[in-house]
C-alpha cells in the first residue's frame, strides 16, 4: 500500500502518514477464501461500517484509496476482493484496458462474480463483522462502482434488515431479463437507495433507467436517481474518463446518503467525528428522497 498517495490541505501524503489503520485479512464464504481489507478510522471509538464493491477490473490502488478515503471520514470500510474465485491476478491498468479489448481482457475475471455471489458472499462479510469490536450498531451501508453498482442494490435487498443506505455509480445492467437482475431486488430493501448514471450510457440506456426506478416507485423504498454530465466510469480516478469535479460532487451525494442511513437508524452518537479538510465536502443540505416526506 505504500503507493498510495492523496492531498489533503494542499499537500500530499502517503497512506501510512495520513495513519489510516488497515489491515488485510481472508474471510471464509461457501466457496474459499475471500481477501478483504479492513480500513478503520484513526483514533478510538465504534464506527459505523461501509462494504465497497469493487468494479470490474479488480482491486488496484484506485480502489484502495478511495476505499481509504471513505475511512477518513469515520467509517470501517470492508473492501472485499469479490473476483477471488479467479485465479491469482495481476491488477489492472484502466488505460490499457480501455484501450485494447474490454471483453476479452476482463471478461473472464467479471465472468466469476455476479450479483447473487456477492450477496451471497455477503452473508459471510456480515458474520466477520458481527464477530468483531469496535462497530457502531448492527446497520451498515454499501457503496458499488461500475459492476459493483449492481451488486449494492442486490445485498440491500438480500440483507434488508442490515444496510441502511446502498449507493450505485455508473452501475450498468440495473434493469434485464435475467434472474439476477438488481431491480428484482428492490421490492425487499429497507435501506435509503442512491442512483448515479452517466450520461450516454450504453449499459444503463434511458429505457433500462425508467425499467428500474419504474420497480423502485413500486416497492416504496426511498431512492433517488440522477444523471451526471460525465461518462461512465468518471468516478474512478485512473479511468482516463476520470472527472474529479464531477467526482467531488458524487462523493459529496455518497457522504450524504450515509449521514442521512444512520441518522435514520438512530445512530447520531457515532456519526463521523473526524473530518479531514479533504472530506469536509461531507456537510451539504438535506436532499430530499422518492417515498420519504420533505
Known sequence: MAGLSGHIGGKEQTVEERKVPAEQIKIRTNYGECPVRVLTPAGVGSWPVVIFYMDGLGIRPAAAEMAHRLSEVGYIVLLPDLCYRFDP???FVPKEVFAGDFCALVGPLMSTTANDKAAEDTGAFLAYLDSRDHIAGSKIGAVGFCMGGGMAIAVAGTYPDRFTAAASFHGGNLATDAPTS??????????RIYIAAAENDASYPSEMAARFETALAKSGVAYRAKSYAAAYGWMMPDFPVYDHAVADRGRREMLQLFRNGFQKDEMTSFLP?????????SI???THFAGQPT
Do not use: G, N, W
Not at 428492490?186 to 435501506?191: D, L
Open 273 to 281: 467525528r473526524r473530518m479531514s479538510a479533504m472530506a469536509a465536502f
Open 182 to 191: 438488481p431491480h428484482l431486488f428492490v421490492s425487499k430493501p429497507k435501506a
Open 89 to 91: 491476478y495481476t491488477p
Open 284 to 286: 451539504v443540505k438535506q
